[in-house]
């Protein structure tokens, strides 16, 4: 089965710097990659998500790119706030079966204000 | 409009008792996941439900884990005899499946204690 790796597990910055967080992944045949963003008793939220016909894809401060050849995707986010502390999953699909989402285990991004 | 919901939102039951995690999916929405999210880690699929089809039960770690769903759209998650390993948050997702929408929105989860 597929298998997502997500690295840093914890990530610590100043206000307003970015944030990087990456990802990769096992099944070449996968083809869809979501990102969830969890806070505190809370269940996942989409914030953004790409698919493997695309290299970027851009929302306001938050940007995810993917390199299929390299079985790898980040995400990015500028100008950080305190209200983007949250811990980030990273996800892929292989669209065949139950459809279901691979996750990685998560990073826990800290902006300190 | 409403999300997903599920009930209850925490539960502490004693080990060897059976547990039913209850979710709502959103209104419309045909396709339906269950998955487990351990302390610190990442979520864990379990089981899957498109409609009216057999549901894809090959997340369920164990036969003490059951799930129905009855008239297409609410489910219920069993866990007969809980043992402490099973303490973790259910999520329970929810997704249009239909033209290419197939974005899951997630619950808030249950938290699921065993002492």
């Known amino acids: 089965g597929e298998n997502v790796e997500q690295h840093p597990s914890t990530l610590s910055v100043q206000e307003g710097d970015s944030a990087v967080i990456k990802c990769t992944y096992s099944d070449s045949a996968s083809n869809y990659f979501p990102w969830y963003k969890q806070e505190l008793g809370k269940g996942p939220q989409l914030i953004i998500d790409i698919r493997s016909n695309v290299g970027e894809k851009k929302d306001q401060r938050i940007a995810v790119t993917l390199n299929k050849t390299a079985k790898h995707f980040s995400l990015h986010i500028t100008e950080t706030q305190p209200e983007d502390s949250a811990v980030y999953f990273c996800a892929a699909r292989v669209q065949t079966g139950a459809n279901n989402l691979f996750f990685g285990t998560g990073t826990r991004l800290t902006v300190i204000p | 409009g409403a999300g997903v919901s599920q009930s209850p939102s925490n539960k502490v039951t004693e080990k060897g008792k059976d547990v039913e995690l209850r979710c709502d999916p959103i209104?419309?929405?045909?396709?339906l996941y269950w998955y487990r999210q351990s302390l610190g880690q990442g979520l864990e699929f379990l089981i899957y439900f498109q409609g009216n089809s057999a549901p894809d039960k090959s997340g369920l770690p164990s036969d003490r884990f059951s799930a129905e769903r009855t008239g297409g759209s609410v489910s219920t998650l069993t866990i007969q005899r809980t043992q402490q390993e099973d303490s973790a948050v259910y999520l329970c997702?929810?997704?249009?499946?239909?033209?290419?929408?197939?974005?899951?929105?997630f619950g808030p989860g249950t938290r699921l204690t065993v002492l």
């Open positions: 209104s419309g929405h045909t396709a």
């Open positions: 997702a929810s997704s249009l499946a239909l033209g290419g929408q197939d974005t899951q929105y």
